[in-house]
């Protein structure tokens, strides 16, 4: 099976924590140059640090993707430090959320703003700077992180629901445009996995995700960091507009509570 990406740069938006990071380190264990972007340039250093200790190549690339310019300016820089970008996944995320009827109308626009701008709008603008090169070389591998909600939803969090769904709809359409240019677009879907996000949740809604899970337990970055990486390799070059859910085969939350977490 083919996954020797060492003539490959990937950009991993998103990757100084959580499944960015193990995303970041994944690809550079299989050869690729790696740009790790975060909002902050501690994590992404650190990343960046642990890489470059395994023996791996990687730059920390600062920047707010869900910005035009930020991103744009973010795209220049990989470009100018270690070449153009091949690989696009676009990991960066916010899990803020509520209850759709229990604060003001102004929340609860700020907050849809605020997921679509970096979901949907932040996986928009880094495609489009990085989509040109993709073109004119005839190949490029995007994975965009989708979410288990975007199987059922998950109640209580209509903002990032509709955010992760726009980012699978993304992923559908331009599967359809880019396959013919040697662009696959892609989507992973996590379950719920060990990470800040699950942090915040009380006892009570950690034991009730687990026994709808099959497998008993939570993802492990590392786990989705897996199924990211194998659609970036060559092996998966007749995968294109799929989304792969690695969720244990979790079985639907249908009474959470917003409280719990």
């Known amino acids: 099976m083919d996954v020797d990406l060492s003539d490959r740069t990937a ?10 990071r193990a995303i970041a380190i994944e690809l550079a264990g299989l050869g690729a140059s ?33 910005d035009e310019e930020d991103a744009r300016s973010m795209v220049a820089d990989i470009e100018a430090a270690v070449g153009h970008v091949d690989i696009l996944v676009n990991n960066a995320g916010v899990g803020d959320a509520g209850p759709f009827t229990s604060t003001d109308h102004r ?39 989708t979410s288990i909600h975007t199987k059922n939803g998950v109640g209580m969090s209509p903002e990032y629901d509709v955010g992760k769904f726009s980012v699978l709809a993304l992923t559908k359409s331009l599967a359809l445009e880019l396959g013919r240019e040697g662009i696959r677009v892609n ?47 060559p092996a998966s070059d007749y995968i294109n507009g799929h989304e792969l859910r690695v969720d244990g085969g979790q079985v639907p939350i249908d009474n959470w509570k917003y409280d719990n977490r």
Not at 11 to 20: A, D, E, I, K
Not at 197 to 226: C, K, W
């Open 11 to 20: 950009l991993v938006t998103g990757g100084g924590r959580g499944n960015g």
């Open 34 to 66: 790696v740009a790790v972007n975060d909002l902050d340039s501690t994590p992404a250093s650190a990343v960046v640090s642990e890489i470059e200790e395994a023996g791996g190549r990687a730059i920390a690339v600062p920047a707010d993707v869900s």
């Open 107 to 145: 929340t609860i626009r700020e907050r849809f703003q605020m997921n679509l701008d970096v979901h949907l709008w932040g996986s928009i603008n880094c495609m489009l700077e990085t989509m040109e090169p993709m073109l004119e070389q005839g190949y490029g591998k995007v994975v965009n992180i």
């Open 187 to 233: 989507a992973v879907a996590p379950g719920w996995t060990n990470t800040r996000m699950t942090e915040v949740f009380t006892d009570e809604t950690h034991d009730q995700i687990r026994s709808l899970n099959p497998i008993g337990r939570y993802a492990e970055p590392d786990e989705i960091a897996n199924a990211v990486a194998f659609l970036c390799t």
